[in-house]
Nanobody, 121 residues
Framework: VQLQASGGGLVQAGGSLRLSCVAS????????VGWFRQAPGKEREFVAS????????YYADPVKGRFTISRDNAKTSVYLQMNSLKPEDTALYYC???????????????WGQGTLVTVSS
């Protein structure tokens, strides 16, 4: 399955962005989908994940209450709505698909190319 992440951009602190992850080659409905991010000079970190049916979601503590992950299996898409953005959210955001609902990046088999989010203060 090929993943394409999009929706990144430049936004002021307090603003919002909606990231999209679109699959091709295979439906996303049978996969857990996660979002990860990597800021300059830092390691990749887990942001959020959603299970196959979309009823279970998980969030990293820094984004809880601000970010919402959702999926539309009919459109083979997963979204990350990001509100109340902070400068520390600046990073390259990746979507990934795998079999297990985990925050461990190595467990995901398929990765998109990343979309850049820049939050100015």
């Amino acid at each position: 399955v090929q993943l394409q992440a999009s929706g990144g951009g430049l936004v002021q602190a307090g603003g919002s962005l909606r990231l999209s992850c679109v699959a091709s080659g295979r439906t996303l409905s049978s996969y857990v989908v996660g979002w990860f991010r990597q800021a300059p000079g830092k390691e990749r970190e887990f942001v959020a994940s959603i299970n196959w049916g979309g009823r279970s979601t998980y969030y990293a503590d820094p984004v809880k209450g601000r970010f919402t992950i959702s999926r539309d299996n009919a459109k083979t898409s997963v979204y990350l709505q990001m509100n109340s953005l902070k400068p520390e959210d600046t990073a390259l955001y990746y979507c990934a698909a795998g079999d297990l609902p985990t925050n461990y990046g190595q467990a995901y088999d398929y990765w998109g190319q990343g979309t850049l989010v820049t939050v100015s203060s």
